[in-house]
T-cell receptor, first 113, second 116 residues
Framework: GENVEQHPSTLSVQEGDSAVIKCTYS??????FPWYKQELGKRPQLIID?????GEKKDQRIAVTLNKTAKHFSLHITETQPEDSAVYFC????????????FGRGTSLIVHP | ETGVTQTPRHLVMGMTNKKSLKCEQHLGHNAMYWYKQSAKKPLELMFV???????ENNSVPSRFSPECPNSSHLFLHLHTLQPEDSALYLC???????????????FGPGTRLLVL
């Protein structure tokens, strides 16, 4: 089955800095890679996703890049703000069929004001 | 956020009790999931239902028993739990397959379970 590794487990940055979270996956058939943000005491929510037919996707201050050859994808947050503090989960799956996502272990991002 | 609801939000139970967690989705999705989230652990997939049929049982102990009477409702029946089962139990739904590429998971708020 699919195996997703996520690093780092904890990331501490100053407000205004950039943050990068990296994930690797094992199954080359995986073609859908979502990122979820879970604020303290709240449910995980999708913030951005990318499919295997594109290499990069941006949405304001967040972006995701995908390298299919190396089987890794990354979340980039620029100009971080205290409200970006949360746990971020990456996931990998095969879309369009039996969709059972495999999640990474999560990264706790702390943005210091 | 009322797309996926879960009740109760908090539950304390003894090891000999029987209780049930309820999840309801109002998004018209065809797949529902139960996850366990413990401190410092990844989201652990427990069960998947697709069109009311269980398609995945991720080696979950039999003291957890799922039930999916229709595409909108999902239950998790609990009996003779152990203290290590204390965790946040998250329900999620999605529209799986069909080429529509709407596989985003929509999570409920979770049930915080404490087993004494």
């Amino acid at each position: 089955g699919e195996n997703v590794e996520q690093h780092p487990s904890t990331l501490s940055v100053q407000e205004g800095d950039s943050a990068v979270i990296k994930c690797t996956y094992s199954d080359s058939a995986s073609n859908y890679f979502p990122w979820y943000k879970q604020e303290l005491g709240k449910r995980p929510q999708l913030i951005i996703d990318i499919r295997s037919n594109v290499g990069e996707k941006k949405d304001q201050r967040i972006a995701v890049t995908l390298n299919k050859t190396a089987k890794h994808f990354s979340l980039h947050i620029t100009e971080t703000q205290p409200e970006d503090s949360a746990v971020y989960f990456c996931a990998a799956s095969l879309a369009g069929g039996s969709y059972i996502p495999t999640f990474g272990r999560g990264t706790s991002l702390i943005v210091h004001p | 956020e009322t797309g996926v609801t879960q009740t109760p939000r908090h539950l304390v139970m003894g090891m000999t009790n029987k209780k049930s967690l309820k999840c309801e989705q109002h998004l018209g999705h065809n797949a529902m999931y139960w996850y366990k989230q413990s401190a410092k652990k990844p989201l652990e997939l427990m069960f998947v239902y697709n069109f009311k049929e269980q398609t995945e049982n991720n080696s979950v102990p039999s003291r957890f028993s799922p039930e999916c009477p229709n595409s909108s409702h999902l239950f998790l029946h609990l009996h003779t739990l152990q203290p290590e089962d204390s965790a946040l139990y998250l329900c999620a739904s999605s529209q799986a397959g069909g080429g529509s590429y709407q596989e985003t998971q929509y999570f409920g708020p979770g049930t915080r379970l404490l087993v004494l």
